[in-house]
Protein backbone atom coordinates (compact mmCIF):
# COMPACT_ATOMS: atom_id res chain seq x y z
CA UNK A 1 0.00 0.00 0.00
CA UNK A 2 1.22 3.34 -0.79
CA UNK A 3 0.24 6.58 0.75
CA UNK A 4 0.93 9.91 -1.09
CA UNK A 5 -0.03 12.98 1.07
CA UNK A 6 -0.68 16.72 -0.86
CA UNK A 7 -2.20 19.91 0.54
CA UNK A 8 -0.10 21.18 2.73
CA UNK A 9 0.87 24.91 2.55
CA UNK A 10 1.09 28.36 4.33
CA UNK A 11 -1.62 29.73 5.62
CA UNK A 12 -2.92 32.17 8.13
CA UNK A 13 -4.44 31.98 11.01
CA UNK A 14 -7.97 30.84 10.98
CA UNK A 15 -7.17 30.21 7.37
CA UNK A 16 -8.29 26.56 5.97
CA UNK A 17 -6.48 23.89 3.81
CA UNK A 18 -7.57 20.43 2.61
CA UNK A 19 -5.03 17.95 3.11
CA UNK A 20 -5.80 14.85 0.36
CA UNK A 21 -4.27 11.59 0.87
CA UNK A 22 -3.81 9.09 -2.33
CA UNK A 23 -4.07 5.33 -1.40
CA UNK A 24 -3.14 2.80 -3.49
CA UNK A 25 -3.77 -1.04 -3.93
CA UNK A 26 -6.11 -0.94 -0.32
CA UNK A 27 -8.00 -4.14 -0.62
CA UNK A 28 -9.00 -4.46 2.79
CA UNK A 29 -12.83 -4.38 3.71
CA UNK A 30 -12.13 -3.58 7.55
CA UNK A 31 -9.70 -0.93 7.75
CA UNK A 32 -8.94 2.36 9.37
CA UNK A 33 -6.99 5.46 8.06
CA UNK A 34 -5.78 8.12 9.96
CA UNK A 35 -4.09 11.31 10.17
CA UNK A 36 -1.11 12.06 12.28
CA UNK A 37 0.97 15.23 12.88
CA UNK A 38 4.57 15.74 14.13
CA UNK A 39 6.41 18.95 14.93
CA UNK A 40 10.02 18.51 14.63
CA UNK A 41 11.75 17.21 17.41
CA UNK A 42 8.51 16.07 18.86
CA UNK A 43 6.43 13.24 19.12
CA UNK A 44 4.07 11.97 16.44
CA UNK A 45 0.22 13.01 17.72
CA UNK A 46 -3.15 11.56 16.42
CA UNK A 47 -4.99 14.02 14.84
CA UNK A 48 -8.08 12.37 13.33
CA UNK A 49 -9.16 8.65 12.68
CA UNK A 50 -12.01 7.22 10.04
CA UNK A 51 -12.83 3.57 9.65
CA UNK A 52 -14.23 1.06 7.34
CA UNK A 53 -17.41 1.06 9.15
CA UNK A 54 -18.14 4.71 9.41
CA UNK A 55 -16.20 5.95 12.78
CA UNK A 56 -14.82 8.96 13.08
CA UNK A 57 -12.62 10.08 16.11
CA UNK A 58 -10.73 13.21 16.74
CA UNK A 59 -8.18 14.90 19.30
CA UNK A 60 -9.82 17.20 21.75
CA UNK A 61 -7.56 19.81 19.75
CA UNK A 62 -8.94 19.46 16.63
CA UNK A 63 -12.41 18.66 17.73
CA UNK A 64 -14.79 21.10 15.89
CA UNK A 65 -12.35 22.14 13.40
CA UNK A 66 -10.88 19.32 11.61
CA UNK A 67 -13.13 16.94 9.52
CA UNK A 68 -11.76 13.90 8.00
CA UNK A 69 -13.51 12.22 5.26
CA UNK A 70 -13.26 9.83 2.57
CA UNK A 71 -13.96 10.17 -1.44
CA UNK A 72 -16.56 7.59 -2.82
CA UNK A 73 -14.41 5.12 -4.54
CA UNK A 74 -12.49 5.07 -0.85
CA UNK A 75 -8.95 5.54 -2.47
CA UNK A 76 -8.82 9.23 -1.05
CA UNK A 77 -8.76 10.21 2.50
CA UNK A 78 -9.32 14.06 3.17
CA UNK A 79 -8.36 16.64 6.19
CA UNK A 80 -10.29 19.85 6.08
CA UNK A 81 -8.59 21.87 8.18
CA UNK A 82 -10.42 25.10 9.25
CA UNK A 83 -9.94 27.65 12.10
CA UNK A 84 -6.40 26.80 11.85
CA UNK A 85 -3.99 28.11 14.84
CA UNK A 86 -0.35 28.62 14.77
CA UNK A 87 -0.11 25.14 17.30
CA UNK A 88 -1.72 23.53 14.10
CA UNK A 89 1.73 23.93 12.06
CA UNK A 90 3.45 20.46 11.70
CA UNK A 91 4.31 18.01 9.00
CA UNK A 92 0.76 16.22 8.53
CA UNK A 93 1.00 12.30 7.35
CA UNK A 94 -1.66 9.82 6.25
CA UNK A 95 -1.63 6.43 7.66
CA UNK A 96 -3.55 3.00 6.72
CA UNK A 97 -4.31 -0.47 8.79
CA UNK A 98 -5.41 -3.12 7.19
CA UNK A 99 -7.76 -3.98 10.23
CA UNK A 100 -10.33 -1.97 13.15
CA UNK A 101 -7.49 -3.70 16.08
CA UNK A 102 -4.61 -1.02 16.31
CA UNK A 103 -5.39 1.69 14.54
CA UNK A 104 -3.56 3.26 16.46
CA UNK A 105 -0.32 1.85 15.26
CA UNK A 106 -0.84 1.80 11.34
CA UNK A 107 0.66 -0.56 9.51
CA UNK A 108 1.39 2.24 6.26
CA UNK A 109 2.56 5.30 6.01
CA UNK A 110 2.84 8.13 3.72
CA UNK A 111 5.66 10.93 3.80
CA UNK A 112 4.31 13.62 4.96
CA UNK A 113 2.84 17.16 3.87
CA UNK A 114 3.98 20.37 5.52
CA UNK A 115 1.73 22.86 7.13
CA UNK A 116 2.66 26.02 7.95
CA UNK A 117 0.54 28.76 9.87
CA UNK A 118 1.48 31.81 10.71
CA UNK A 119 0.30 34.25 13.18
Not at 19 to 32: D, H, I, M
Amino acid sequence: VQLVESGGGSVQAGGSLRLSCAASRYTSSKYCMAWFRQVQGKERDWVATLDSDGGQRYADNVKGRFTISQDGAKTTLYLQMNSLKPEDAAMYYCAAHPSLIYCSAPRYWGKGTQVTVSS
